[in-house]
């Protein structure tokens, strides 16, 4: 089993920034693919930025730019820097990590862009 939790989100300004964290324990060892999802309301899940074991990134079109995704392993922790926030990213925000077959998720973390 592997256990994530997420710190970070709040109410920021159109143009602010946050930097979002996401604590891994338990069974981290093989964990390869961290990412960062997701979800606005009535809207589905989507990924925002993932991460391989590597150092390999991805980025949603949306976000590319603007957000950095980082992985520090010896810590066992996943970030999102996250700058020139725009209103559409508010969301509830997920850290997820995958583990040989399984995927696991936090409890997700509310970022609120609005002025």
């Known amino acids: 089993q592997v256990q994530l939790v997420e710190s970070g989100g709040g109410l920021v300004q159109p143009g602010g920034s946050l930097r979002l964290s996401c604590a891994a324990s338990?069974?981290?060892?093989?964990?390869?693919?961290m990412g960062w999802y997701r979800q606005a309301p009535g809207k589905e899940r989507e990924l925002v930025a993932a991460?391989?074991?590597?150092?390999?990134?991805n980025y949603a079109d949306s976000v590319k730019g603007r957000f950095t995704i980082s992985r520090e392993n010896a810590k066992s922790t996943l970030y999102l820097q996250m700058n020139s926030l725009k209103p559409e990213d508010t969301a509830v925000y997920y850290c997820n990590a995958q583990r040989f077959a399984t995927e696991y998720w936090g409890q997700g973390t509310q970022v609120t862009v609005s002025s």
């Open positions: 338990g069974s981290i060892f093989s964990i390869r693919t």
């Open positions: 991460i391989t074991s590597v150092g390999n990134r």
